[in-house]
């Protein structure tokens, strides 16, 4: 009662002014406004047509092969398809013929990239003031911990991709240091939102799993990452898995193996500000690409991931799914935040939290799991993607792969109340366990598509 009188007395000020009491208002003109940007509830969906529709199928435009074969990169509209064959040369050989390749196909690639990375640096160091010993420090210490291959096969690619600068120089060559901690990015400097839902064959039409996973980080002030997708096949002999992933990277953001395991990585705040820390701390990214190459099924590289998560240097979550099971890998690294576990459909979520369905799993950037820290419920842009998911999800039966992409899509991307695709989307990859293939939505440098178009990755088999 007492601000709605203050708002009274606040409107007769208005209206009367300090000077003589109004006796009409034939001389009031009421002052210019702009139109509302309020938006109805419902003007925030769409309607998508995906029905029946296919993904597109890009042509190759160019092609270039390095190491005798060991790469070969196939240029795209949209993206770039990397096969590195490990049979061909030795890990060293291959990150070599890698780097050499890009350099080929991409001269510009360190005026793309570079700039790309100083921007995460500012991102995650806002006072380094040209000082960037501190990165390096991080830098070193992860990457000491990395398995001696990926070290070598790191090693091969920096010294071959890098120019004439040395350390942490802003001038768009790309330094051996730089190109380093561009692999460590997530564990180093850290990323920013995603999100995901699997549906099981029970709530499928095809009767086999759907896995979708949406990767949300800096796009760049110019947008220029987008025109840096890769779809990157890593091959061994008879064992292989596919990356998508950004053009250079040879650590894993969404990845899928030839036995169908597929893995994401999310982000998970820490809410009781536990500080960042190498002591002890490896890559989970790098621990992430050693599973894919070991586990041929989600539970056990699920298990895997969880049992060295307290020595991971942020809380994250892993999306493990194969064609039988799905489970979330809620990794927790601090006691203070909770505890290491694996959280499937029939794991108790935390109070206040709903999800009634056990044919989806979702996640979001936090901990859902009753043990673990909340950042959730707290959080209302994690909140309000785990509800927008039910609720484009929840009962649903009998979905057609058309249907599913349409509802990934059916938010507009004009209003300030989208939050599974947001304007930091760099893409949305589709596993179809029918077809074991992949397709996705790649963002291009125009930003992120109202209605855009899904394309064909291929088959991961």
Known sequence: ?????????????????????????????????????????????????????????????????TG???????????????????????????????????????????????????????????????????????????FGTLRAPYQQELRGFADTIAGDTEGFTEDGIFSAEEAILMQLIPDVLRGTACSGITASGSATASGERITCRMLEWQLGSENQICAAHALLHMKQGDESFTSVNLLGFLTILTAVNDDGVMLSILDVGSKYGVPYTTADKCSYTYDIRYALEQYAAAPEAASYLRSNAQHYPYCLNVLCTDAKDACVAELCVDPKEGVPLLRDENTPLREGLVWDDPAYLCVVNSFAARRNADQLTHNSGNLIRWNRYYDLFGGQRGLTLGGFKERMTSEQTDNEFVRIRSENVVHMVIADYDTHSLQAILTGTDGVADAPEFIDLGSWD
């Open 1 to 65: 009662m007492k601000r709605r009188s203050i708002c009274a007395a606040a409107a007769m000020l208005l209206l009367t002014g300090c000077g003589s009491p109004r006796t009409g208002y034939d001389d009031f003109t009421a002052p210019e406004q702009g139109a509302s940007t309020l938006k109805p509830v419902s003007d925030i969906y769409a309607e998508r047509h995906y029905e029946g529709v296919a993904p597109t199928v890009e042509e190759t435009l160019e092609t270039v092969t």
């Open 68 to 142: 005798g074969g060991a790469c070969v990169i196939a240029r795209k509209n949209s993206y770039y398809d990397v096969t590195l064959d490990y049979g061909k040369g030795s890990h060293e050989a291959v990150g070599a013929a890698y780097a050499e390749a890009i350099k080929k196909i991409r001269p510009d690639y360190g005026s793309i990239v570079e700039p790309y990375l100083y921007e995460n640096i500012r991102a995650a160091f806002p006072n380094l003031a040209g000082d960037y010993t501190a990165v390096q420090n991080r830098t070193e210490a992860i």
